[in-house]
């Protein structure tokens, strides 16, 4: 398949491996973050830390949007569903998340909730015209890849005036997550994690395009390359940090030129920005709250926001124990650090978050048997 074959040829990728293990220097180590939760499945898929030298190393980042939805938000969706009546809409992946009482959106449908897997938001808004004497509430995750989409609903609910539909936005933002893994206090409790440079986001770029992340590069001199979520392309991009390591530089690099330029998708940009707001701050699950890190829906359309519709207040819940997604997210454990990692915890039986999407940090590892090396 074009754009897919060409990035998953094995040759090449022992050509890269080659390069970075000449380039990397023995007398150090490197360590790099991967953001997103799709670099962490391919990498985890397609064996990428095998070809690296054993001072090339790959840290999991809390790119996974449902790994980073709090409990609090997963329980108002299930609130609204079980106590208000209403019809739930959400993704698949949503589904599974663990929630308080040992309850998710899955178990709700079970006991009776009206709760629905769409693939898109805008399946979300067709039901709800079709079935107007039901209330509809979509409930939006994920980073700027999907936001667009949700604020498209959004101006059509509002320009159909459609009075039985609306949003629970729980829309997060990339650039204010990577700065809090580098700068939280929440670092001096969890330790820190020594991160020489990160993997960018390969679909949110396309939105936000490689221009937010200049300030960051510069502001804590981090290189930053944004990299496609195949393979080859991670692989070339490990040996472009490699190489702005080695050079003492720390700028933002596109290796995924074929959809990211440095302005973005500028119309996706100007509809979110019509249809949202920055809230002050917002619970991330493992990051805590995080300032100016997430979107809420402006006044104008109040009426298709759920959290003022249905007099929503956020209650923070703290996770499981003994589960370690927090000090995985920030990149400070591994899934294998976990003790409930392929016992309690598996993606039939997921105990925490990252366990739940196959980008998820644990998940992947469980899903490609990475981890078998390790415990054995
Ligand atoms: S293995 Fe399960 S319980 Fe442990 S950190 Fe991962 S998701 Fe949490």
Redesign the pocket.
Same mark, same amino acid.
């Given at each position: 398949m074009k754009f897919v074959d060409e990035f998953r040829d094995g040759e090449l990728a022992q050509t890269i491996a080659r390069a970075i293990a000449a380039e990397a220097r023995p007398e150090r180590r490197y360590s790099f973050m991967e953001f997103c939760g799709g670099h962490t499945h391919a990498i985890s898929r397609y064996g990428v830390t095998d070809l690296l030298p054993a001072n090339v190393r790959m840290i999991h980042g809390p790119g996974c949007p449902v790994?980073v939805l709090p409990i609090g938000r997963v329980d108002q969706a299930i609130k609204l569903a079980l106590e208000r009546g209403v019809t739930l809409c959400t993704y698949g992946d949503t589904l599974r998340v663990p929630a308080s009482e040992s309850l998710s959106l899955l178990k709700a449908k079970a006991r009776g909730a009206d709760i629905r897997m769409v693939y898109s938001p805008a399946d979300a808004l067709k039901f709800a015209q079709e079935h107007p004497d039901k209330e509809v509430v979509f409930f939006a995750i994920g980073f700027e890849t999907t936001t667009p989409p949700t604020a498209l609903i959004l101006k059509q609910a509002q320009a159909l005036n459609l009075p039985n539909f609306s949003v629970l936005c729980c829309h997060v933002l990339t650039p204010s997550a990577i700065m809090n893994i580098l700068e939280s206090p929440e670092v001096r409790l969890l330790g820190t994690v020594p991160i020489d440079g990160f993997v960018g986001p390969a679909h949110v770029s396309t939105i936000i395009g490689s221009r937010p992340y200049e300030f960051f590069a510069e502001e804590y001199r981090k290189p930053v390359v944004i990299a496609g979520f195949e393979p080859l392309d991670v692989m070339q991009a490990i040996l472009m940090l490699v190489r702005q390591v080695n050079d003492g530089r720390y700028v933002v690099e596109n290796e995924f030129v074929r959809a990211v330029n440095r302005d973005g998708n500028v119309k996706a940009q100007q509809l979110v920005a019509d249809v949202f707001e920055l809230r002050k701050s917002f619970e991330w699950r493992g990051l805590g709250q995080v300032p100016y890190s997430a979107l809420r829906i402006r006044e104008p359309l109040a009426a298709w926001d759920a959290e003022r519709k249905f007099d929503l207040h956020y209650r923070g819940v703290p996770?499981?124990k +003994? /589960?370690?997604?927090g000090?995985?997210l920030r990149g400070v454990?591994r899934?294998t650090?976990?003790?409930?990692?392929?016992t309690?915890?598996?993606p039939e039986n997921?105990?925490?978050?990252?366990?739940?999407s196959s980008e998820? +940090? /644990?998940?992947a590892h469980?899903t490609y048997g990475r981890y078998k090396d390790v415990v054995a």
């Open positions: 790994c996770d499981n +003994a /589960c370690e997604c000090a995985i454990k899934p650090d976990c003790k409930l990692f392929g309690v915890c598996t997921p105990m925490g978050s990252c366990m739940v998820g +940090a /644990c998940a469980y």
